[in-house]
């Protein structure tokens, strides 16, 4: 939703100062799936010369933004959604080969054109469709003992009794797998790739 139209006459400021008709398209796109949208409270900025709009969620906190650039929409993952757990990077830059990583850790990716807006919108549903488990060791963002990070789960079942898969996340250096694990396995979890744990199984 639109934050009690805070800053409503920056929309139309930002729309115009897009050179590319492109970027215009995914910037209304981008504007109306943020106002249509109950998790969010959605408004533009201008501070100096940085136009950008921003999403929180239900806590105030910013999860997203992007800039508006004359040729481009420069969307950010900001720390709490980077944190979150529901997103990894390997998994972005598999829809945006060019994703990268600022100097305070957010991610960011550059929007030119509607499918790409659309693209990107799936990716951000998708993880916020998922939900922690009922344990500790299992709620999204827990690190576990060998820096192993939950994900959450989207509530499929796993290949273990009565289990649910969970995406985990390797934070170790230069890894950063993702792939999925028994909700009974996540607390002591390996990563499969670069710590011989056990092969993923489908999250
Ligand atoms: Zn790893």
């Not at 929409?73 to 900001?78: C, K, S, V």
């Not at 499918?115 to 827990?142: C, M, P, R």
């Amino acid at each position: 939703m639109l934050l009690n139209a805070k800053n409503a006459a920056l929309l139309p400021e930002h729309l115009h100062y897009i050179a590319d008709a492109d970027v215009q398209d995914a910037f209304v796109y981008m504007v109306g799936l943020a106002a249509s949208d109950p998790r969010f409270q959605c408004y533009g900025e201008l501070k100096g010369a940085i136009r950008d709009f921003r999403f929180l969620d239900g806590d105030g906190q910013q999860l997203f933004s992007f800039i508006v650039n004359r040729e481009s929409l420069l969307f950010y993952f900001r720390a709490p959604a980077v944190s979150s757990g529901r997103f990894a990077l390997n998994d972005l830059r598999v829809l945006f080969p060019t994703a990268s990583v600022n100097n305070i850790g957010e991610w960011t990716v550059r929007i030119k054109m509607i499918a790409e807006a659309k693209a990107l919108w799936s990716y951000l549903n998708a993880g916020v469709g998922f939900a922690s488990g009922d344990g500790s060791t299992t709620q999204i963002g827990h690190v576990n003992r060998n820096n192993q990070r939950c994900g959450g789960h989207r509530g499929h079942a796993g290949n273990d009794h009565l289990q649910k898969a969970y995406r985990m996340e390797c934070l170790q250096p230069s890894c950063g797998n993702v792939y999925g694990a028994n909700g009974s396995d996540v607390f002591q979890r390996k990563c499969p790739r670069c710590q011989g744990g056990e092969p993923g199984i489908e999250f």
